[in-house]
């Protein structure tokens, strides 16, 4: 049987925001979503050109552990990691093999909760996953299929499954003037996430066009042209909603 590989977008090696302390970040390439504000559109593909064994992926973090301290660890993000599920679970099983704290930087897209074997698998990378940073992009299903092409109902679940097996969880959610920043789905929200019992912190993402040229440069036309960054007010306002820091 051959071994696992995954393919890697890109590495930080001193990332401080993607979980806890300081974090390397192992980037995947490959993502079914099309968020309208993504800023890494180039992750889309699921290109094959960057192919890596657990092993070699951890064995390139962990020379990063001594930067890590008590609190740091691995984060791996994307793309979308859910996509390259039994490499994801293998870099975590040799990750906790050593003590270091992992995190899942998910948009969800891939969760599968009719699948049998598909949950099998998650359950197993659950095992050694310490954190999950879970993107709520929008809580009205109509509004998320427009802004990224696909249902948030299986989303949902996960982050209802995540919190039922008592691992931690971090909630982003990003700020788009107009589209994400209405009142009331807000506060759908932050009831949705009322019923979560694991969500340690709540983050709002201010809207940025620093990826736009990523667009142009991709020839894929850009469908929030003219919307800008979220004001301060709008800032505090769904922070203060959703009790984010």
Not at 91 to 106: E, G, H, M, N, S
């Amino acid at each position: 049987m051959s071994e696992t590989l995954g393919y890697i977008h890109s590495v930080e090696t001193f990332g401080l925001v993607d979980g806890p302390g300081v974090r390397y970040i192992i980037f995947l390439q490959g993502c079914a979503m099309r968020c309208q504000y993504c800023h890494n559109p180039e992750t889309w593909a699921f290109t094959k050109d960057t192919a890596s064994t657990p092993q070699e992926a951890f064995t390139a973090a962990y020379r990063y552990r001594n930067y890590w301290r008590g609190n740091g660890g691995l984060t791996i993000s994307g793309g979308e990691p859910l996509l390259q599920l039994d490499f994801v679970s293998e870099v975590f099983r040799l990750a906790r093999a050593k003590k270091v704290q992992t995190a899942l930087d998910t948009s969800a897209q891939p969760f599968a909760p009719d699948n049998a074997e598909w949950m099998a698998r998650f359950d197993r990378l659950l095992e050694n996953t310490d954190l999950v940073i879970l993107d709520l992009k929008e809580i009205d299903d109509e509004k998320h299929k427009k802004l990224t092409g696909h249902s948030n109902k299986n989303i949902l679940a996960m982050a209802q499954y995540v919190a039922a097996r008592g691992v931690d969880l971090w909630i982003r959610h990003v700020l788009v003037p107009g589209i994400t920043t209405e009142e009331d789905e807000l506060h759908r929200l932050r009831s949705f996430l009322d019923t979560l019992k694991t969500v340690e912190r709540v983050e709002v993402l201010p809207y940025h066009t620093l990826g736009v040229f990523k667009w142009k440069e991709l020839g894929i036309p850009y469908q929030l042209e003219g919307v800008d960054p979220p004001t301060k007010e709008q800032i505090d306002r769904a922070k203060e909603i959703l009790g984010a820091l």
